[in-house]
């Protein structure tokens, strides 16, 4: 078996193989789980490199179909806000 430790697995926030693995082994066992635990899929990609990765990581530990795995939850923004208009609005400070 290969050392894992040292395999980025989400580049994002600097979370390897052998961290996930760590994570599946005590009891954290889906994407949401891990999301919240490690912070993998809040970097600035939203899991688009690392949630197929964990996604099949996890169907692997835990010997299921990959189908079977549920993805994250994505929660982007629903409207945009200019900075502009941050900086203007000083009113709650």
Do not use: W, Y
């Amino acid at each position: 078996m290969s050392d894992t430790s040292k395999i980025i697995i989400c580049r994002c926030e600097d979370i390897t193989i052998a961290q996930i693995d760590e994570a599946i082994d005590n009891g954290f066992t889906t994407f949401e789980d891990l999301k919240r635990l490690l912070r993998v899929g809040m970097g600035p990609c939203q899991g688009n490199t690392c949630g197929h990765l964990i996604q099949t990581r996890l169907a692997q530990r835990l010997n299921k179909l990959i189908e079977d795995i549920k993805t994250q939850k994505p929660r982007p923004m629903l409207l945009g806000v200019k900075l502009k208009e941050i900086l203007e609005d000083k009113s709650d400070e």
